[in-house]
């Protein structure tokens, strides 16, 4: 058969999709990523918060016009909108010829054959049971690479219902990371991008102890350039691991830590790590032990209980820890989550306003670190020419994948994608940086 895949939400999602990829192509079927013309479309899903959810349905509608058009036979759903909403899915969606859950993913083969038949498959296992290791067919460019070294999540935050559809927190042992570490090397990536959902408590469920710090070392022996860490919960910093990532210099010093708010009673309540106090007093000791260090975090506007005071002091926050990086999100109302159920909810229209505000005194923060780049050489992953700009374009090691800006660069000869060059930062606008490659 032939067997499109679309893979929605985050990196950790993609994973999956490459593994179910992979398993579909050693039983001999065709793996391609366009749905015209397919005999099933696999529709590996986000049920994260509410635009996730919206983006889900809208593709299952859009792969269901193709079906009814005759250019689409089957529709396969799975993923995290299939785990959550199932009997949702049933009732409202026909155009769905089958359904798995997360636990299942390697189920994909036989829910395929079964589709194909005219069956209706529905694949729900353990969700913390999962296996992590196998094939993956890697999608991405050859250059860049996602390593997930856990699944799961133990910190039941108040307003998240990760936990709930993926599993609880569980590590993959150590020799299994390096060895398909070692593979993409020798495959040619050169920045892996280590990922879990939390990858701070690394070990600890296998080992009786967290084994973070030993992992990197064993990594940064492989011939990588970079090592990007995705990511580090505030709690899970002691010396051993912050002197691994300034000591090492494949670790780029670069680190998204997600705080989601600094006030101590909504830090108390949404079952969060620590104080305002004991959070600034982390970053400081992490910016001194780590130079050059650019911290990334993602921040919660409108969690229950957030009062105006509560918002000007996370403003006062971003602006004093200097936190370059940030993704501002409107808290969403999640079922299922005791968030969900606290009093003083606060109004949409007032989060939505906080998010603008937030996110424009943010932006001020990255344009002074922007600026403060001009003038200087950085060393840049060059991801390939950009006929719109006219230019190369790339990212430095303070630009994540497809979430931070791009440095867009002029050079006399070609730079093939994948390639580290020295650039000269000349330019800063719309938090992307311009510059000339230093021959």
């Known amino acids: 058969m032939k067997i499109a895949f679309i893979s929605l939400g985050c990196s950790k999602n993609l994973i999956n999709t490459e593994q179910m990829m992979a398993l579909?192509?050693?039983?001999?079927?065709?793996v391609s990523g366009e749905p015209e013309g397919a005999d099933v479309a696999v529709l590996n899903t986000c049920g994260f918060?509410?635009?996730?959810?919206?983006?889900?349905?809208?593709?299952?509608?859009?792969?269901?016009?193709?079906?009814?058009?005759?250019?689409?036979?089957?529709?396969?759903?799975?993923?995290?909108?299939?785990?959550?909403?199932?009997?949702?899915?049933?009732?409202?969606?026909?155009?769905?010829?089958?359904?798995?859950?997360?636990?299942?993913?390697?189920?994909?083969?036989?829910?395929?054959?079964?589709?194909?038949?005219?069956?209706?498959?529905?694949?729900?296992?353990?969700?913390?049971?999962?296996?992590?290791?196998?094939?993956?067919?890697?999608?991405?460019?050859?250059?860049?690479?996602?390593?997930?070294i856990a699944e799961g999540c133990d910190n039941f935050c108040a307003f998240c219902i990760i936990p709930y559809l993926r599993g609880r927190y569980r590590s993959r042992p150590m020799d299994s990371v390096l060895s398909e570490a070692k593979a993409l090397a020798d495959s040619g990536v050169r920045e892996l991008i280590l990922i879990a959902q939390d990858i701070g408590p690394y070990g600890k469920d296998l080992y009786?102890?967290?084994?973070?710090?030993?992992?990197?070392k064993e990594l940064c022996k492989l011939p990588f350039h970079w090592i990007r860490l995705h990511y580090l919960y505030p709690d899970h910093f002691d010396e051993e691991l912050i002197e691994v990532i300034a000591s090492q210099p494949k670790i780029v010093k670069y680190l998204d830590i997600p705080l989601q708010h600094c006030a101590d009673h909504l830090l108390k309540s949404m079952n969060r790590w620590g104080t305002e106090k004991e959070l600034a007093a982390l970053l400081k000791n992490l910016r001194e032990k780590i130079p050059g260090l650019v911290l990334r975090t993602s921040l919660i506007c409108g969690l229950p209980g957030e009062t105006e005071e509560d918002f000007e002091a996370l403003c006062r926050f971003v602006t004093e820890t200097g936190i370059e990086r940030a993704g501002v999100f409107q808290y969403s109302r999640e079922e299922g989550t005791?968030?969900?159920?606290?009093?003083?909810?606060?109004?949409?229209?007032?989060?939505?306003?906080?998010?603008?505000?937030?996110?424009?005194?943010?932006?001020?923060?990255?344009?002074?670190?922007?600026?403060?780049?001009?003038?200087?050489?950085?060393?840049?992953?060059?991801?390939?020419?950009?006929?719109?700009?006219?230019?190369?374009?790339?990212?430095?090691?303070?630009?994540?994948?497809?979430?931070?800006?791009?440095?867009?660069?002029?050079?006399?000869?070609?730079?093939?994608a994948g390639e580290f060059v020295n650039v000269r930062i000349t330019g800063a606008e719309d938090g992307d940086l311009t510059g000339e490659i230093e021959e």
């Open 208 to 216: 009786g102890e967290r084994r973070l710090p030993q992992l990197l």
């Open 338 to 416: 005791r968030a969900a159920q606290m009093p003083d909810q606060v109004p949409e229209e007032i989060a939505a306003q906080r998010v603008e505000r937030l996110v424009e005194l943010q932006s001020a923060v990255l344009d002074r670190y922007n600026e403060s780049r001009l003038g200087t050489v950085m060393e840049v992953l060059c991801e390939g020419f950009d006929p719109l700009m006219g230019s190369y374009a790339g990212r430095t090691y303070a630009d994540s994948v497809e979430v931070d800006g791009r440095v867009f660069f002029t050079a006399a000869g070609l730079v093939p």
């Open 24 to 30: 579909c192509r050693a039983a001999g079927h065709e």
């Open 49 to 148: 918060i509410d635009a996730a959810k919206s983006e889900a349905i809208e593709h299952i509608i859009s792969l269901g016009e193709l079906k009814q058009a005759g250019k689409l036979k089957k529709l396969l759903v799975c993923g995290c909108l299939s785990q959550r909403y199932r009997e949702d899915i049933l009732a409202d969606l026909p155009e769905v010829d089958g359904l798995m859950g997360t636990g299942s993913y390697d189920d994909i083969v036989s829910a395929l054959e079964e589709v194909a038949k005219g069956e209706f498959p529905q694949r729900f296992g353990d969700i913390s049971a999962t296996s992590e290791e196998g094939e993956r067919l890697i999608t991405g460019p050859q250059y860049t690479a996602f390593l997930k």
